[in-house]
């Protein structure tokens, strides 16, 4: 059974910690965006927050973020063999640095970073150490990691570490079977500020196309299966009279813009890029949809569910934690279209079903993935890690 201390008193003593993730803020995929949003939180309550990430070029070495010391020390060969040693070594080498200005690391991202603290606590004191990894699937870690050259070797080296954050079942499961012990992995969550993603009206409303609108927010990339939406829409289209509004970037953009040419539904679609603040696209959606064939928690799911939108999503990873079916939303195989028209014709065609499902997501995300509610668990984690190293030392 999966190790859970929710219910852990928390001590008001600050905290020290360090994040790792190869990069951070601004860059945007989903393990920044929580660091940034768990580390600003953690910094609002008086802890002292450090980021070991990235060197890049156009940004400083060192800066503080809303509160979060930012240290962009780490420096690696991005391409070929060379990149794992080049990225655990610098990594291992800024922790060294930093080494009396934190007492317990994280990292959001479970390969390379895990494979870093953990071949370097000998030379870190011991300090506790919580991998986080960000997804399951095909683009996930573990997977990643059995692609790796050296693999077993790496897999030492990742085992080191005293614990494990997993963010959905699936993630859990791979890394059960990568030789986890149970007693070491904590079910925890990402989080989602509901004082900023909520329902309300919108100002773009009249600058968008016309209602009803179904909104994808995210990179336009392989993992986010964008294709799939572009081909059913014709018959969503047909069927509803919805527009699809996708919110994002990626290096699928053009691609999926020439596809939704040749199927002549270049009205029915809007590409508006990544947008300031997507909040406000989400207030003016009818309904959010994500076909990813691998997620670790979704950050677009949680802000969606948030905004009290109903929602369909692939049944994979995180996303079949955070949905019941049918009952905060509807999930739907990523590989059958027919499933995907089915259910998004369901919630566009019926207002009183999708309404329904709509106030249940909310209520979940208030109840159990508020970015509060996460930062208490993970506070609880760092103090209990804190205090079984310490009580180990003595």
Not at 3 to 10: E, L, Y
Not at 90 to 97: F, G, M, P, Q
Not at 186 to 191: E, L, V
Not at 307 to 317: M, N
């Amino acid at each position: 059974m999966t190790v859970d201390r929710q219910n852990d008193a928390i001590s008001d003593s600050p905290l020290r910690v360090c994040y790792v993730v190869s990069y951070f803020h601004p860059h945007q995929s989903g393990a920044e965006r929580q660091a940034l949003a768990q580390g600003a939180e953690l910094a609002r309550r008086g802890h002292e927050v450090h980021v070991v990430t990235h060197s890049v070029p156009v940004e400083p070495r060192d800066e503080i973020i809303q509160g979060i010391h930012v240290h962009r020390w780490v420096r690696s060969i991005h391409f070929g063999p060379l990149f794992g040693l080049t990225f655990v070594v610098s990594v291992i080498e800024a922790l060294k640095r930093l080494r009396r200005r934190y007492d317990v690391i994280h990292t959001h991202q479970g390969l390379w970073e895990a494979v870093a603290v953990g071949a370097g606590r000998k030379w870190l004191g011991n300090v506790p150490t919580l991998i986080q990894p960000a997804s399951s699937g095909y683009y996930g870690e573990a997977e990643q990691l059995a692609r790796t050259r050296g693999s077993d070797r790496l897999r030492g080296f990742i085992l080191r570490n005293s614990a494990f954050a997993a963010i959905s079942a699936d993630i859990e499961r791979q890394w059960l079977d990568l030789g986890v012990p149970q007693e070491s992995i904590y079910r925890t969550a990402s989080g989602v500020d509901c004082s900023r993603f909520h329902p309300g009206p919108s100002t773009l409303e009249n600058s968008l196309p016309p209602r009803p609108r179904v909104v994808y927010t995210g990179r336009l990339h392989p993992q986010k299966n964008v294709y799939m939406l572009i081909d059913i829409w014709p018959d969503i289209f047909k069927r509803t009279g919805a527009r699809l509004i996708l919110a994002g970037d990626g290096p699928d953009r053009e691609g999926l813009k020439e596809r939704a040419r040749r199927l002549g539904i270049e009205g029915a679609i809007a590409f508006v890029g990544s947008v300031p603040d997507v909040a406000e696209h989400l207030r003016a959606a009818c309904a959010f949809v994500l076909p990813s064939v691998a997620e670790g928690m979704s950050n677009s799911l949680l802000e969606a569910m948030a905004t009290r939108l109903p929602c369909v999503a692939s049944r994979i990873g995180g996303n079949i934690d955070l949905i019941d079916d049918r009952v905060s939303g509807l999930l739907a195989a990523p590989d059958r279209p027919s499933e995907w028209i089915e259910a998004l014709t369901s919630i566009l065609n019926d207002a009183d079903f999708a309404q329904k499902l709509a106030a249940a997501a909310r209520s979940k995300i208030e109840r159990t993935y508020d970015l509060k509610v996460v930062v208490d668990r993970y506070e609880t984690i760092y103090r209990r890690l804190i205090e079984q190293t310490a009580s180990v030392s003595t």
